[in-house]
């Protein structure tokens, strides 16, 4: 079992910062220098902020599907979801920084905060350990929506 449950966190870890490395490749070549030249607002973070943040919130999302697949409960259809959410997560960063599309970008973070609603709300009814690992994870990505949206406004 304890084998089972290595292999399993290893696997989930795999899945989930494949969006941290994509997002992270196009950020990284494709940024500079459109992003730079955007006004942005006062509630803007440094930029120094966002890797350790979403660092800490890829290690959350891994423990919640992780924890929620040993639940006795689980169902098969939430980590389709998961899965699902994990592709719109990297989409994002590969709209907005890749593509440059400010407005898609906030669609597609839109769709984002629904996948993560419905997996919330999955979760609770299972795992409330994965319930409360994925609410830092809404939070923030509710605030990059006001971010998004912003730059949209002032741009």
Not at 72 to 96: C, E, G, L, M
């Amino acid at each position: 079992m304890l084998k089972n449950k290595f292999y399993s966190l290893i696997l989930f870890s795999i899945v989930t910062f494949s969006a941290s490395f994509i997002g992270g490749l196009v950020t990284i070549s494709l940024k500079e220098p459109w992003y730079s030249g955007l006004i942005k607002s006062n509630y803007n973070p440094p930029d120094w902020i966002f890797a350790p943040v979403w660092t800490t919130l890829y290690i959350m999302m891994t423990l919640a599907i992780w924890f929620f697949w040993h639940s006795k409960k689980r169902d098969v259809n939430t980590i389709y979801i998961y899965f699902i959410h994990i592709v719109f997560n990297a989409t994002w960063s590969i709209v907005f920084f890749g593509l440059h599309h400010i407005f898609f970008a906030l669609v597609v973070l839109v769709i984002l905060i629904t996948l993560i609603i419905i997996l919330i709300i999955r979760f609770k009814r299972v795992n409330y350990v994965s319930y409360y690992l994925m609410i830092p994870y809404l939070l923030w990505c509710l605030y990059a929506l006001f971010l998004n949206y912003n730059l949209m406004i002032l741009n």
